[in-house]
Protein backbone atom coordinates (compact mmCIF):
# COMPACT_ATOMS: atom_id res chain seq x y z
CA UNK A 1 0.00 0.00 0.00
CA UNK A 2 1.51 3.71 -0.98
CA UNK A 3 2.16 5.97 2.48
CA UNK A 4 -1.05 7.82 3.70
CA UNK A 5 -1.61 11.55 2.24
CA UNK A 6 -2.81 13.18 4.81
CA UNK A 7 -3.66 17.41 4.47
CA UNK A 8 -3.82 20.61 5.72
CA UNK A 9 -6.71 21.94 4.67
CA UNK A 10 -6.11 25.50 6.25
CA UNK A 11 -3.76 26.10 3.76
CA UNK A 12 -3.29 26.41 -0.35
CA UNK A 13 -5.56 26.34 -2.99
CA UNK A 14 -9.62 25.14 -1.85
CA UNK A 15 -10.88 23.39 -5.21
CA UNK A 16 -8.09 21.47 -5.85
CA UNK A 17 -7.90 19.72 -2.40
CA UNK A 18 -11.72 19.72 -2.41
CA UNK A 19 -11.37 17.68 -5.48
CA UNK A 20 -8.97 15.64 -4.50
CA UNK A 21 -10.01 14.53 -1.18
CA UNK A 22 -13.63 14.34 -2.17
CA UNK A 23 -12.77 12.07 -5.02
CA UNK A 24 -11.53 8.87 -2.53
CA UNK A 25 -14.37 9.76 -0.10
CA UNK A 26 -16.53 9.01 -3.43
CA UNK A 27 -14.87 5.95 -4.70
CA UNK A 28 -15.44 4.29 -1.05
CA UNK A 29 -19.05 5.67 -0.90
CA UNK A 30 -19.40 3.79 -4.51
CA UNK A 31 -17.69 0.77 -2.72
CA UNK A 32 -19.56 1.25 0.37
CA UNK A 33 -22.99 1.08 -1.54
CA UNK A 34 -21.81 -1.57 -4.22
CA UNK A 35 -21.53 -4.06 -1.42
CA UNK A 36 -25.19 -3.76 -0.82
CA UNK A 37 -25.62 -3.59 -4.93
CA UNK A 38 -24.19 -6.87 -5.57
CA UNK A 39 -25.48 -8.72 -2.42
CA UNK A 40 -29.09 -7.57 -4.03
CA UNK A 41 -28.05 -8.55 -7.28
CA UNK A 42 -27.06 -11.91 -5.95
CA UNK A 43 -30.18 -12.51 -4.18
CA UNK A 44 -32.52 -10.93 -6.78
CA UNK A 45 -31.29 -13.27 -9.51
CA UNK A 46 -30.59 -16.37 -7.49
CA UNK A 47 -33.60 -15.80 -5.21
CA UNK A 48 -36.48 -14.52 -6.52
CA UNK A 49 -38.35 -10.72 -5.83
CA UNK A 50 -39.63 -12.63 -2.98
CA UNK A 51 -36.51 -12.70 -1.45
CA UNK A 52 -35.37 -9.37 -2.69
CA UNK A 53 -38.17 -7.64 -1.38
CA UNK A 54 -37.58 -9.55 2.34
CA UNK A 55 -33.61 -7.94 2.25
CA UNK A 56 -34.48 -4.49 0.59
CA UNK A 57 -37.03 -4.27 3.86
CA UNK A 58 -34.66 -5.85 5.97
CA UNK A 59 -32.17 -3.09 5.10
CA UNK A 60 -34.05 -0.46 5.84
CA UNK A 61 -34.99 -1.60 9.41
CA UNK A 62 -30.82 -2.60 9.93
CA UNK A 63 -29.99 1.11 8.75
CA UNK A 64 -32.84 2.81 11.18
CA UNK A 65 -31.53 0.52 14.06
CA UNK A 66 -28.09 1.26 13.43
CA UNK A 67 -28.28 4.82 12.73
CA UNK A 68 -27.81 5.74 16.80
CA UNK A 69 -23.92 4.53 17.04
CA UNK A 70 -23.22 5.22 13.26
CA UNK A 71 -24.67 8.33 13.62
CA UNK A 72 -21.37 9.30 15.98
CA UNK A 73 -19.40 9.66 12.70
CA UNK A 74 -20.23 13.17 12.28
CA UNK A 75 -19.18 13.88 15.85
CA UNK A 76 -15.68 12.01 15.21
CA UNK A 77 -15.24 14.03 11.65
CA UNK A 78 -15.75 17.34 13.19
CA UNK A 79 -14.10 16.45 16.32
CA UNK A 80 -10.82 15.19 15.14
CA UNK A 81 -11.18 17.57 12.34
CA UNK A 82 -11.12 20.66 14.27
CA UNK A 83 -8.43 19.07 16.67
CA UNK A 84 -6.30 18.51 13.63
CA UNK A 85 -6.80 22.08 12.12
CA UNK A 86 -5.58 23.18 15.87
CA UNK A 87 -2.35 21.02 16.03
CA UNK A 88 -3.73 19.23 19.70
CA UNK A 89 -2.37 16.77 19.59
CA UNK A 90 -3.59 15.94 23.43
CA UNK A 91 -6.75 16.08 22.76
CA UNK A 92 -6.32 13.50 19.49
CA UNK A 93 -5.03 11.00 22.32
CA UNK A 94 -8.00 11.43 24.99
CA UNK A 95 -10.95 11.52 21.99
CA UNK A 96 -9.44 8.48 20.75
CA UNK A 97 -9.52 6.82 23.67
CA UNK A 98 -13.48 8.37 24.36
CA UNK A 99 -14.87 7.11 21.45
CA UNK A 100 -13.40 3.50 21.68
CA UNK A 101 -14.91 3.26 24.99
CA UNK A 102 -18.26 4.63 23.95
CA UNK A 103 -18.68 2.74 20.07
CA UNK A 104 -18.03 -0.47 22.11
CA UNK A 105 -20.48 -0.10 24.53
CA UNK A 106 -22.72 0.88 22.06
CA UNK A 107 -22.36 -1.50 19.54
CA UNK A 108 -22.92 -4.47 22.16
CA UNK A 109 -26.29 -2.82 23.26
CA UNK A 110 -27.73 -1.99 19.83
CA UNK A 111 -26.47 -5.05 18.47
CA UNK A 112 -28.24 -7.13 21.37
CA UNK A 113 -31.30 -5.40 21.36
CA UNK A 114 -31.96 -5.03 17.52
CA UNK A 115 -31.26 -8.95 17.81
CA UNK A 116 -33.85 -9.92 20.27
CA UNK A 117 -36.00 -7.79 19.00
CA UNK A 118 -36.37 -8.24 15.44
CA UNK A 119 -39.81 -9.31 15.38
CA UNK A 120 -41.07 -6.43 16.56
CA UNK A 121 -39.13 -4.36 14.38
CA UNK A 122 -40.71 -5.78 11.16
CA UNK A 123 -44.16 -5.86 12.18
CA UNK A 124 -43.38 -1.59 12.88
CA UNK A 125 -42.49 -1.37 9.11
CA UNK A 126 -45.81 -3.43 7.87
CA UNK A 127 -43.37 -6.10 6.58
CA UNK A 128 -45.58 -8.14 3.92
CA UNK A 129 -46.03 -11.70 5.77
CA UNK A 130 -44.60 -13.66 2.97
CA UNK A 131 -40.92 -12.30 3.75
CA UNK A 132 -40.58 -12.06 7.41
CA UNK A 133 -39.31 -15.29 7.79
CA UNK A 134 -36.35 -13.94 5.43
CA UNK A 135 -35.96 -10.92 7.02
CA UNK A 136 -35.41 -11.54 10.19
CA UNK A 137 -32.95 -14.38 9.58
CA UNK A 138 -30.68 -11.79 7.47
CA UNK A 139 -31.39 -9.03 10.28
CA UNK A 140 -30.38 -10.93 13.14
CA UNK A 141 -27.04 -12.15 11.58
CA UNK A 142 -26.23 -8.35 10.44
CA UNK A 143 -27.18 -7.26 14.23
CA UNK A 144 -24.93 -10.25 15.35
CA UNK A 145 -22.07 -8.23 13.70
CA UNK A 146 -22.67 -4.75 14.34
CA UNK A 147 -19.53 -4.36 16.19
CA UNK A 148 -17.81 -4.98 12.90
CA UNK A 149 -19.73 -2.15 10.94
CA UNK A 150 -19.36 0.33 13.27
CA UNK A 151 -15.50 -0.08 14.16
CA UNK A 152 -14.06 0.07 10.62
CA UNK A 153 -16.39 2.92 10.14
CA UNK A 154 -14.80 4.55 13.04
CA UNK A 155 -11.33 3.73 11.93
CA UNK A 156 -12.14 5.32 8.28
CA UNK A 157 -14.21 8.19 9.66
CA UNK A 158 -10.82 9.59 12.07
CA UNK A 159 -8.64 9.11 9.01
CA UNK A 160 -10.75 11.43 6.86
CA UNK A 161 -10.66 13.87 9.55
CA UNK A 162 -7.28 13.77 9.61
CA UNK A 163 -7.37 14.72 5.48
CA UNK A 164 -6.35 11.05 4.62
CA UNK A 165 -9.65 9.91 2.52
CA UNK A 166 -7.18 7.53 0.63
CA UNK A 167 -6.31 4.56 3.39
CA UNK A 168 -9.84 4.34 4.28
CA UNK A 169 -10.49 3.66 0.38
CA UNK A 170 -8.88 0.57 0.63
CA UNK A 171 -10.81 -0.98 3.81
CA UNK A 172 -14.04 -0.78 1.88
CA UNK A 173 -12.26 -2.08 -1.36
CA UNK A 174 -11.30 -4.80 0.40
CA UNK A 175 -14.63 -5.81 1.82
CA UNK A 176 -16.41 -5.19 -1.39
CA UNK A 177 -14.45 -7.74 -2.91
CA UNK A 178 -15.13 -10.09 -0.38
CA UNK A 179 -18.94 -9.18 -0.59
CA UNK A 180 -18.43 -10.08 -4.15
CA UNK A 181 -17.24 -13.41 -4.05
CA UNK A 182 -18.84 -14.36 -0.79
CA UNK A 183 -22.30 -14.15 -1.54
CA UNK A 184 -22.81 -16.69 -4.21
CA UNK A 185 -21.19 -19.00 -2.65
CA UNK A 186 -23.15 -18.92 0.58
CA UNK A 187 -26.16 -18.14 -1.27
CA UNK A 188 -26.01 -20.75 -3.78
CA UNK A 189 -23.46 -23.05 -3.29
CA UNK A 190 -24.13 -23.88 0.57
CA UNK A 191 -27.76 -23.19 0.17
CA UNK A 192 -27.96 -20.54 2.50
CA UNK A 193 -30.41 -18.72 1.04
CA UNK A 194 -31.02 -14.92 2.26
CA UNK A 195 -28.81 -15.98 5.52
CA UNK A 196 -26.04 -16.57 3.18
CA UNK A 197 -26.28 -13.06 1.81
CA UNK A 198 -26.23 -11.56 5.31
CA UNK A 199 -23.39 -14.20 6.72
CA UNK A 200 -21.22 -12.45 3.60
CA UNK A 201 -21.80 -9.11 4.58
CA UNK A 202 -20.58 -9.65 7.97
CA UNK A 203 -17.74 -11.62 7.23
CA UNK A 204 -16.59 -9.32 4.67
CA UNK A 205 -16.78 -6.51 7.64
CA UNK A 206 -15.03 -8.33 10.22
CA UNK A 207 -12.22 -8.88 8.07
CA UNK A 208 -12.13 -5.08 6.92
CA UNK A 209 -12.01 -4.04 10.16
CA UNK A 210 -9.48 -6.60 11.56
CA UNK A 211 -7.34 -5.37 8.76
CA UNK A 212 -7.88 -1.64 9.54
CA UNK A 213 -6.68 -2.28 13.29
CA UNK A 214 -3.48 -4.09 12.13
CA UNK A 215 -2.86 -0.74 9.70
CA UNK A 216 -3.22 1.52 12.19
CA UNK A 217 -1.17 -0.90 15.24
CA UNK A 218 1.70 -0.33 12.77
CA UNK A 219 1.63 3.33 12.34
CA UNK A 220 1.30 4.71 15.68
CA UNK A 221 2.68 8.18 15.24
CA UNK A 222 1.64 8.78 11.63
CA UNK A 223 -1.95 10.09 12.58
CA UNK A 224 -0.59 10.77 16.29
CA UNK A 225 -2.55 8.70 17.86
CA UNK A 226 -1.22 8.12 21.21
CA UNK A 227 -4.10 7.11 23.37
CA UNK A 228 -4.66 8.73 26.57
CA UNK A 229 -6.46 8.70 29.35
CA UNK A 230 -9.82 11.13 28.87
CA UNK A 231 -11.24 13.00 30.96
CA UNK A 232 -14.97 13.93 31.98
CA UNK A 233 -14.59 16.74 29.56
CA UNK A 234 -13.88 14.54 26.38
CA UNK A 235 -16.95 12.33 27.04
CA UNK A 236 -19.15 15.50 27.53
CA UNK A 237 -17.75 16.93 24.30
CA UNK A 238 -18.38 13.62 22.46
CA UNK A 239 -22.09 13.38 23.90
CA UNK A 240 -22.87 17.31 23.38
CA UNK A 241 -21.86 16.11 19.80
CA UNK A 242 -22.75 12.55 19.63
CA UNK A 243 -26.67 12.71 20.50
CA UNK A 244 -28.16 15.47 18.60
CA UNK A 245 -25.99 13.92 15.35
CA UNK A 246 -27.22 10.25 16.12
CA UNK A 247 -30.98 11.81 16.82
CA UNK A 248 -30.19 13.29 13.62
CA UNK A 249 -29.71 10.07 11.64
CA UNK A 250 -32.74 8.34 13.27
CA UNK A 251 -34.24 11.11 11.97
CA UNK A 252 -33.29 10.31 8.27
CA UNK A 253 -33.39 6.93 8.71
CA UNK A 254 -36.85 6.58 10.23
CA UNK A 255 -38.69 8.95 7.74
CA UNK A 256 -37.17 6.12 5.16
CA UNK A 257 -38.58 3.77 7.15
CA UNK A 258 -42.16 5.51 7.30
CA UNK A 259 -41.79 5.92 3.83
CA UNK A 260 -41.21 2.35 3.07
CA UNK A 261 -44.19 1.65 5.45
CA UNK A 262 -46.45 3.97 3.08
CA UNK A 263 -44.34 1.82 -0.22
CA UNK A 264 -45.28 -1.43 1.60
CA UNK A 265 -49.24 -0.72 1.10
CA UNK A 266 -49.39 -1.05 -2.70
CA UNK A 267 -47.97 -4.78 -2.62
CA UNK A 268 -44.62 -6.93 -3.46
CA UNK A 269 -44.49 -5.54 -6.76
CA UNK A 270 -44.41 -1.62 -5.81
CA UNK A 271 -41.76 -2.84 -2.94
CA UNK A 272 -39.65 -4.15 -5.15
CA UNK A 273 -39.89 -1.44 -7.80
CA UNK A 274 -38.98 0.79 -5.37
CA UNK A 275 -36.35 -1.13 -3.34
CA UNK A 276 -34.78 -1.26 -6.97
CA UNK A 277 -34.86 2.35 -7.04
CA UNK A 278 -33.25 3.10 -3.59
CA UNK A 279 -30.47 1.08 -4.06
CA UNK A 280 -29.80 3.06 -7.35
CA UNK A 281 -30.93 5.96 -5.63
CA UNK A 282 -28.30 5.60 -2.78
CA UNK A 283 -25.46 5.04 -5.09
CA UNK A 284 -26.36 8.42 -7.63
CA UNK A 285 -26.53 10.31 -4.40
CA UNK A 286 -22.97 9.37 -3.36
CA UNK A 287 -21.01 12.74 -5.62
CA UNK A 288 -23.30 15.04 -2.81
CA UNK A 289 -22.52 12.72 -0.03
CA UNK A 290 -18.63 12.94 -0.51
CA UNK A 291 -18.99 16.32 -1.21
CA UNK A 292 -21.04 17.02 1.87
CA UNK A 293 -18.39 15.13 4.05
CA UNK A 294 -14.85 16.65 2.50
CA UNK A 295 -16.69 20.42 3.48
CA UNK A 296 -17.45 19.18 6.82
CA UNK A 297 -13.72 18.12 7.16
CA UNK A 298 -11.80 20.74 5.44
CA UNK A 299 -14.47 23.60 7.22
CA UNK A 300 -13.80 22.31 10.73
CA UNK A 301 -9.74 22.28 10.07
CA UNK A 302 -10.57 26.22 9.56
CA UNK A 303 -12.42 26.07 11.84
CA UNK A 304 -10.13 24.50 14.53
CA UNK A 305 -7.50 26.85 13.17
CA UNK A 306 -9.98 30.24 13.34
CA UNK A 307 -9.64 30.85 9.60
CA UNK A 308 -13.31 31.63 8.46
CA UNK A 309 -12.92 33.28 5.09
CA UNK A 310 -11.67 29.91 4.22
CA UNK A 311 -14.26 28.44 5.61
CA UNK A 312 -16.68 30.99 2.88
CA UNK A 313 -14.27 29.86 0.29
CA UNK A 314 -15.29 26.13 0.98
CA UNK A 315 -18.70 26.48 1.07
CA UNK A 316 -18.97 28.10 -2.45
CA UNK A 317 -16.71 25.91 -4.28
CA UNK A 318 -18.68 23.18 -2.82
CA UNK A 319 -22.10 24.09 -4.02
CA UNK A 320 -20.34 24.60 -7.28
CA UNK A 321 -18.76 21.45 -7.51
CA UNK A 322 -22.43 19.67 -5.79
CA UNK A 323 -24.80 21.69 -8.81
CA UNK A 324 -22.30 20.64 -11.80
CA UNK A 325 -22.14 17.23 -10.93
CA UNK A 326 -25.75 16.64 -9.83
CA UNK A 327 -27.29 18.21 -13.26
CA UNK A 328 -25.14 15.73 -14.89
CA UNK A 329 -26.20 12.68 -13.11
CA UNK A 330 -30.01 13.81 -13.73
CA UNK A 331 -29.71 13.99 -17.06
CA UNK A 332 -28.00 10.72 -17.10
CA UNK A 333 -30.70 8.92 -15.32
CA UNK A 334 -33.71 10.26 -17.26
CA UNK A 335 -32.43 8.39 -20.13
CA UNK A 336 -31.08 5.22 -18.97
CA UNK A 337 -34.11 4.42 -16.01
CA UNK A 338 -35.01 1.61 -17.34
CA UNK A 339 -32.30 -0.72 -17.70
CA UNK A 340 -30.85 0.63 -14.46
CA UNK A 341 -34.13 -0.90 -12.65
CA UNK A 342 -33.50 -4.00 -15.05
CA UNK A 343 -30.13 -4.93 -12.99
CA UNK A 344 -32.84 -6.14 -10.70
CA UNK A 345 -36.00 -6.90 -11.08
CA UNK A 346 -37.71 -8.33 -14.55
CA UNK A 347 -41.17 -8.27 -13.81
CA UNK A 348 -43.03 -5.66 -15.63
CA UNK A 349 -45.24 -4.08 -12.85
CA UNK A 350 -42.40 -3.48 -10.39
CA UNK A 351 -39.90 -1.98 -13.33
CA UNK A 352 -43.13 0.32 -14.34
CA UNK A 353 -42.74 1.56 -10.84
CA UNK A 354 -39.12 1.74 -10.59
CA UNK A 355 -38.55 3.73 -13.85
CA UNK A 356 -41.15 6.14 -13.04
CA UNK A 357 -39.79 6.89 -9.26
CA UNK A 358 -36.47 7.16 -10.43
CA UNK A 359 -37.62 9.64 -13.97
CA UNK A 360 -39.04 11.95 -11.42
CA UNK A 361 -36.48 12.37 -8.24
CA UNK A 362 -33.99 12.81 -10.72
CA UNK A 363 -35.27 16.32 -11.49
CA UNK A 364 -35.12 17.30 -7.54
CA UNK A 365 -31.51 15.52 -7.32
CA UNK A 366 -29.35 19.14 -7.35
CA UNK A 367 -31.31 20.55 -4.74
CA UNK A 368 -30.68 17.45 -2.04
CA UNK A 369 -27.23 18.11 -3.39
CA UNK A 370 -27.09 21.83 -1.81
CA UNK A 371 -28.62 20.31 1.48
CA UNK A 372 -25.18 18.23 1.95
CA UNK A 373 -23.44 20.84 1.23
CA UNK A 374 -24.36 23.76 3.55
CA UNK A 375 -25.40 20.97 6.35
CA UNK A 376 -21.91 19.64 5.91
CA UNK A 377 -20.53 22.89 6.46
CA UNK A 378 -22.50 23.87 9.97
CA UNK A 379 -21.76 20.56 11.26
CA UNK A 380 -17.96 21.28 10.86
CA UNK A 381 -18.56 24.38 13.63
CA UNK A 382 -20.25 21.46 15.94
CA UNK A 383 -23.65 22.71 15.39
CA UNK A 384 -24.96 19.45 15.50
CA UNK A 385 -28.41 20.43 17.05
CA UNK A 386 -28.81 23.42 14.62
CA UNK A 387 -28.24 20.26 11.62
CA UNK A 388 -30.74 17.84 13.42
CA UNK A 389 -33.28 20.93 13.32
CA UNK A 390 -32.87 21.02 10.09
CA UNK A 391 -33.15 17.26 9.44
CA UNK A 392 -36.42 16.99 11.12
CA UNK A 393 -37.86 19.85 9.37
CA UNK A 394 -36.93 18.03 6.33
CA UNK A 395 -38.08 14.85 6.77
CA UNK A 396 -41.00 14.52 9.16
CA UNK A 397 -42.38 18.77 8.08
CA UNK A 398 -42.03 18.04 4.35
CA UNK A 399 -41.04 14.86 2.97
CA UNK A 400 -43.03 12.57 4.70
CA UNK A 401 -46.63 15.08 4.82
CA UNK A 402 -45.60 15.52 1.03
CA UNK A 403 -45.11 11.83 0.27
CA UNK A 404 -48.39 10.42 1.84
CA UNK A 405 -50.47 13.64 0.55
CA UNK A 406 -49.23 13.42 -2.44
CA UNK A 407 -50.13 9.57 -2.79
CA UNK A 408 -54.15 10.85 -2.31
CA UNK A 409 -54.07 12.67 -5.87
CA UNK A 410 -51.67 9.70 -7.58
CA UNK A 411 -51.32 6.84 -5.81
CA UNK A 412 -48.16 5.18 -5.51
CA UNK A 413 -46.47 7.59 -8.07
CA UNK A 414 -47.36 10.58 -5.50
CA UNK A 415 -44.37 9.38 -3.53
CA UNK A 416 -41.64 10.37 -5.79
CA UNK A 417 -43.43 13.75 -6.37
CA UNK A 418 -43.67 14.51 -2.58
CA UNK A 419 -39.90 13.36 -1.94
CA UNK A 420 -38.79 15.71 -4.70
CA UNK A 421 -40.72 18.71 -3.18
CA UNK A 422 -39.20 18.24 -0.11
CA UNK A 423 -35.95 18.29 -1.15
CA UNK A 424 -36.42 21.49 -3.28
CA UNK A 425 -38.06 23.32 0.30
CA UNK A 426 -35.38 21.33 2.51
CA UNK A 427 -32.29 23.33 0.65
CA UNK A 428 -34.29 26.48 1.31
CA UNK A 429 -34.23 26.39 5.06
CA UNK A 430 -30.62 24.92 4.91
CA UNK A 431 -28.86 27.79 3.01
CA UNK A 432 -31.31 30.37 4.93
CA UNK A 433 -29.50 28.61 8.54
CA UNK A 434 -26.02 29.18 6.69
CA UNK A 435 -26.28 32.21 6.33
CA UNK A 436 -28.33 33.89 8.99
CA UNK A 437 -27.51 31.26 11.76
CA UNK A 438 -25.77 31.10 14.38
CA UNK A 439 -23.32 28.12 14.36
CA UNK A 440 -20.30 30.73 13.50
CA UNK A 441 -20.05 30.86 17.61
CA UNK A 442 -20.32 27.49 18.43
CA UNK A 443 -16.81 26.71 20.46
CA UNK A 444 -16.10 22.69 20.76
CA UNK A 445 -13.32 22.57 23.25
CA UNK A 446 -11.78 23.63 26.79
CA UNK A 447 -8.64 23.99 26.56
CA UNK A 448 -6.42 21.21 26.88
CA UNK A 449 -2.78 20.91 29.23
Known sequence: MAAAVTNDFTV???????????LPILLANLLQAAMQLISGLWVGNLLGSEAFAAVTVATTVLAVVLAFVLGMNNAILTIFAQLRGAGDTYGIGAFLSAFTILLVILS???????????????????????????????????????????GYNFIGTMLRAFGDSRTPLYFVLLATVLVTGLSPLLIDGLELG????????????AVAFLYSLIYLAKRPDQYHLNPRR?????????????????IQ??????????????????????????????????????????????????????????KWPRVTQITSTGVIFNMSIMIVVAGMLLAWAE???????????????GVSYLRTIAIFYPFIGLNFIFNGVVRGSGAMFQVLALNVISLWILRVPLAYGLTILHDEHGIALGIGLSFVL???FSMAYYRWGGWRSKKLFEANP
Open 230 to 246: PGVAEFRTILQLGIPSS
Open 108 to 150: ALVGAGGYFLVEPLLALFNTPLSIIDAAKGYLQINFAGTLFLV
Open 194 to 205: VNGAAWAMVLAQ
Open 339 to 353: PLIRLFIQDAASVAF
Open 426 to 428: SSL
Open 249 to 306: MIVIYAGTGVILSLVNVYGNEVVAGFGAAQRLDSIILLPAVALGMAVNAMAAQNIGAN
Open 12 to 22: GPIPGKLFLFS
